[in-house]
């Protein structure tokens, strides 16, 4: 099985990056990066923030994202590619091209980012496409908390059998408490999912045993 590539950056409290305000982001970056690191990236933010909103076929703030792992490091760079992208307070249709154009790391901070910065459904679009590649740092980001709160029922479904096929750990997948509850359909496709494995002599993920009694004792519960 694949096994996952995770990001290197860690987000204070080690909260998932999605999850952890930007207030938190900061203060986390400001004791981390090196003195040169946050010079570049104090000089980004207000280059962004200065060109909130005039994005053009693309934007300085924009190729501040190419350089930001060279400028800040690997560790740190998910993190500081949302503050950019909100200080340019990026909408969908910027998040949209700078997905499309950019490298794959790029295209997972977009990802990151969408819950600071799309309030409702419009970058759905950005979601579905990360969740039909087989990066699984792609999957990852593509079932954070934006996801939790727009895929309809069948999409997530299918997100959550993505990363069982994909070797995605389920504790990736944002609100899965919540959103497995009583879902019988979840639970025959995870069940269907199972026997296909078990009969071709191949090993059951134990998350999916975890979801399925999860969903199983939220159903009896409600």
Known sequence: MTQPHTSRDTPPAGNPLALTSLDDLRTHLTAHLTEPARAWLARALDEAAARSGTHGPIS????RLAEAGRRCGTDHVDAVRVLILHAAQAGPDALTRVYQQGTAAERRAVLHALPHLVPGPDALPLVEDALRTNDTRLVAA??????AR???AHNWR???LKC??????LD???DLHHRARADTELA???DDYAAERAAAGRPVPEDLHRVLALTASEAKES
Not at 60 to 63: D, Q, R, V, Y
Not at 142 to 147: E, R
Not at 164 to 169: D, E, I, M, S
Request: zero cysteines.
């Open 172 to 174: 990736t997948v944002a």
């Open 60 to 63: 300085a703030w924009e190729l």
């Open 150 to 152: 727009h895929l309809d």
């Open 158 to 160: 299918h997100a959550v």
């Open 142 to 147: 593509a079932v954070g908390p934006y996801a």
């Open 188 to 190: 025959r496709m995870l």
């Open 164 to 169: 069982l096929f994909t070797g995605v750990p």
